[in-house]
Nanobody, 124 residues
């Protein structure tokens, strides 16, 4: 069982930045892939970014390319999402996820464990 705890959400004006963190614990083997997802009210969950924990290669949704950066600190067992140039349409609850099957995708089916999420609100 992997425990994931997100932090760093909040309210920001359009054009601003936030950095989300996800602390991972209680696992025997390190997850193969880590990712960030988001869900806005009334909308489906959307994959944002993922990172192959071994090589560090990353994948992004087109909607966030060039604005968001996913990274990891293996020594701290922590995943990050740096979000710049935020837009009102980025408003959502952001979830951290861990997977043991494959990576190179932002599809939810690749992930087995999920955090409780942290709210991000971007005002215009």
């Amino acid at each position: 069982q992997v425990q994931l705890v997100e932090s760093g959400g909040g309210s920001v004006q359009a054009g601003g930045s936030l950095r989300l963190s996800c602390a991972a614990s209680r696992y025997t083997y390190s997850p193969y892939c880590m990712g960030w997802f988001r869900q806005a009210p009334g909308k489906e969950r959307e994959g944002v970014a993922s990172i192959f924990t071994g090589a560090g290669s990353t994948t992004y949704a087109d909607s966030v390319k060039g604005r968001f950066t996913i990274s990891q600190d293996n020594a701290k067992n922590t995943l990050y999402l740096q979000m710049n140039s935020l837009r009102p349409e980025d408003t959502a609850r952001y979830y951290c996820a861990a997977g043991y099957s494959y990576c190179g995708t932002v599809a939810a089916r690749a992930f087995n464990y999920w955090g409780q999420g942290t709210q991000v609100t971007v005002s215009s």
